[in-house]
């Protein structure tokens, strides 16, 4: 797999490079203008798109946003992406009101050395995620005819059969970004650990995590469930949960796990349980075992946090995907703060593995440089630990 350095050592002087980002950010809900609430993802591709601006590439930035229905949708543009990408590099960057259309191509014609160009979303046109090859081929045509070197940098999208993923890169001569490096790198390290190794699963459902639980518990020495999905596995176990959430028809798979791993699957011994779902509700903390009926858990409770805490502790290297409660709420982030606070202090190999775990590092304030390695990309970890072959990252190695 070319990187790169390969390309800059080429040299790219002059030439349009394209490169796949993944700027798919969250933004507060309902504001207006729309406020991005973490541009973790933005900063993460700054150092692809510094260095091949300050070596005189003519750079076309791609990415999707959301979930638009393969048409324009204004809810989900990237003109506040492209703002904020202004911000960031401390340069201009044209932005494109539309993907391949006569904006795009205008731009695109008029792009000078050393100068950023961002499209707009690449899912306003359904040839992007079309499951029909032909279409997302002829899509992908028009996004290769911009450039002379694609450059595959959006981590977060290469598990995604998509055109600008999978496609693109088989019409142009194609590279991996520095970013797609570094987390394929890391992602090697993980899959052949130091030990002990501890992974801390979080998130609302177990089906979402089964492959990767199913993929990492021969290799862990403990499995750590919080989470939403924790209570399906305390059912399991025999415990009421009161209204918290819960999977009933994964309990059968969770008491398979649970016979499977022994002591090496470790649940709450604590959680805290709440009225309602609200930051306002009345909430206090229960055991594990004792949820009142008409209570919900939505975080993990001090005891528990001090279990995993123990466990982490002792690690050579730890995986974290998925939140232990609902961080977003203030009453309801002790549990996520101090696990991610516990893996800070390991002495060894630690990996956030993106998603909403990413998000929580840095919604809490914690300092991202007290982690081995961010992941921009939750569900591309995932299926990578998983051991599936991840389409965008094919196709930079052909």
Known sequence: MKTLDDLLGEGVSGRRVLVRADLNVPFEKDSDPRVITDDGR????LPTLVALRDAGARVIVMSHLGRPKGAPDPAFT????????????????????DTVGPG???????????????????????????????EREAFAAKLAAFADVYVGDGFGAVHRKHASVYDVPALLPHYAGGLVGREVEVLKKVSSPEKPYVVVLGGSKVSDKLAVIEALLPQVDRLLIGGGMCFTFLKAQGHE??????QEEMLDTCRDLLA????????????????EFSASAAHDVV?????????????????????????????????WNGPMGVFELAPFAAGTRGVAEAI?????????GGGDSAAA????GLDEAAFGHISTGGGASLEYLEGKTLPGIEALEK
């Open 361 to 364: 590092v840095r919604t809490l």
């Open 104 to 134: 795009a191509e205008t731009a695109v014609a008029a792009l000078e050395d050393g100068h950023v160009l961002l499209l707009e979303n690449l899912r306003f046109n359904a040839g992007e995620t079309s499951k029909d090859a032909a």
């Open 344 to 352: 800070t202090k390991v002495d060894g190999f630690t990996v956030v």
């Open 42 to 45: 933005i900063r993460a591709v």
């Open 287 to 319: 055991p594990a075992d004792g949820i009142p009926a008409d209570r919900l858990g939505l975080d993990i409770g001090p005891a528990s946090v001090q279990l995993f805490a123990e466990a982490i502790a002792g690690a050579r290297t730890v995986f």
């Open 260 to 275: 499977r791993g022994g002591d090496r699957i470790v649940l709450p011994v604590d959680v805290v349980a709440a009225s």
């Open 78 to 97: 990237l003109e506040p992406v492209a703002e904020r990408l202004r911000e960031l590099l401390g340069s201009a960057v044209v932005y494109a009101e």
């Open 241 to 246: 949960v009161g209204k918290s959430l819960l």
